[in-house]
């Protein structure tokens, strides 16, 4: 079976636009030649999908993927589905919220301080990310947990399995390097669930993060994962992990 990943990255969509229109065709445009011959395709989208992650962005953002999964479709005749996940411009971030900025420096300062209250209130900038991507995914997600979510599809016998991580839920502006946490806990929850081929979307590379969580999100992702696909740096490059 031959499978097509189409990874497309800080997409920044404020509104509908002829120009966002455009870079969508010709997105289609350059992919078209090498849809032929295979069997299932994926669109994957690492972050930064809208511009602040308002609720009529993702909106635009939404009509624009569904337009791709249709020309896809066409071309192809074999879409299978979209798969996100979050940057820090998909975080509703203005005004800023200053009980949450209080918990982030805690968290920074102590990161046994973090507690599901603590969480639930860093994620509310993301509300409107989750009711898009509830929207454009239509796998349900194994484990949909506040940090990752797992995603498994069966191709022909074959298993495929997605973990779109949230390395986003304490984004702010302005992003530092080096001070990014991911709770090692989350890594360990869903450990079970990584079966078949294994590929990871993540929206921060890793010298984002603070190295409590960086050394172990490492071994996760090198351990665990056959393929890692970020963004937010606006570079192109591949290397093995």
Wanted: charge should be negative; glycine fraction near 6%.
């Amino acid at each position: 079976m031959k499978i097509g990943i189409l990874h497309l990255s800080d997409l920044h969509i404020k509104d509908r636009s002829e120009e966002i229109a455009e870079a969508f065709s010709a997105v289609l445009g350059a992919v078209r030649t090498r849809l032929r011959g295979v069997d299932k395709v994926f669109v994957l989208v690492t972050g930064d999908i809208v511009w602040g992650g308002k609720r009529e962005q993702f909106e635009c953002a939404s009509y624009y993927l569904e337009i791709l999964k249709s020309d896809i479709s066409r071309e192809s005749g074999n879409f299978v589905d979209i798969v996100v996940c979050p940057g820090n411009h998909d975080c509703d971030l203005i005004p800023v919220d200053r009980v949450r900025e209080l918990i982030l420096d805690t968290v920074i300062s102590d990161e046994s301080k973090l507690v599901d209250d603590y969480v639930s209130k860093c994620i509310e900038c993301q509300s409107a990310y989750f009711e898009f991507r509830r929207n454009v995914t239509e796998m349900e997600s194994l484990d949909s947990g506040p940090f990752l979510s797992v995603y498994r599809y069966v191709l022909d016998g074959n298993v495929l399995t997605f973990n779109s991580i949230n390395a986003s839920w304490m984004s702010r502006i302005p992003e530092v390097p080096g001070r990014l946490i991911f709770p090692e806990v989350a890594l360990s929850e869903v450990s079970g669930h990584q079966e078949g081929l294994v590929i990871s979307a993540i929206h921060h590379p890793l010298n984002w993060y603070a190295p409590s969580s960086h050394h172990p999100l490492r071994r996760f992702l090198q351990e665990s994962c056959d393929l890692v696909v970020s963004g937010h740096e606006h570079l192109a490059s591949a290397r093995d992990v």
